[in-house]
């Protein structure tokens, strides 16, 4: 029997046992996140744009455009908050998110686009699909020290908006408006709910 020690001949050849793979760690893509920060407390999913074959997360609505394309992009899963804080972690730190606005819908949210897609500028809004204006450098920065305080940030604003948000969404008042609106336009009742809470802060704005 002939013993072979390596495919293909020669000094170059390739040696299956010694030459294997060494490196098993494992890897964790980057992912590309749009919308509230996950403390708002919204329910969000994991989105594909098929033209690029880029996913990325952002929350969730009746229609979500790509921010790469403009076009519609297809719905993977479907997350809580707490899942995309731990699928995330530092990602969603604060000076790695850059807040943008659109002129179009006059809706405003966080990315990390300007990290992860760094030398592209070219995005649409999430939320109607229109191109949005370059960036501004600031919107990419943590406000310096000496700006005005953000009250959002205290832990006790969030505690008492974490708490009337729990209570509204458990009231009988909500979840009747969630069925009935989930009927209405062929969504689920958590769906139909989330879209009030987006109503709900756009009118606050």
Do not use: W
């Not at 076009?71 to 993977?76: G, V």
């Not at 686009?113 to 943590?142: M, N, Y």
């Not at 940030?153 to 969630?178: N, T």
């Amino acid at each position: 029997m002939k013993l072979i020690l390596a495919y293909g001949g020669g000094s170059g050849g390739y040696y299956p046992y010694t030459q294997k793979p060494v490196d098993y760690q494992p890897y964790r893509p980057v992912y590309l996140f749009r919308g509230p920060p996950p403390d708002a407390g919204f329910s969000y999913g994991l989105y594909e744009d098929e033209d690029t074959g880029k996913k990325y997360y952002a929350e969730l609505g009746l229609d979500s455009f790509s921010p790469l394309s403009g076009k519609s992009s297809k719905l993977l899963e479907e997350m809580t908050h707490e899942q995309i804080e731990q699928k995330l972690g530092d990602d969603l730190k604060q000076d790695h998110l850059g807040e943008r606005s659109c002129q179009n819908c006059d809706s405003k949210y966080f990315d990390n686009f300007h990290l992860t897609l760094k030398g592209r500028d070219d995005f649409f809004c999430h939320r109607c699909g229109s191109r949005l204006p370059p960036a501004d450098k600031d919107t990419c920065q943590v406000e310096e020290a000496t700006s005005a305080p953000n009250i959002g940030k205290d832990p006790s604003v969030i505690a008492f908006v974490k708490r009337s948000l729990e209570l509204l969404m458990k009231s009988v008042q909500m979840k009747e408006l969630g069925a009935r609106l989930g009927e209405r336009y062929g969504l689920s009742p958590e769906k139909a709910q989330m879209q009030v809470f987006l109503a709900l802060k756009d009118a606050i704005r």
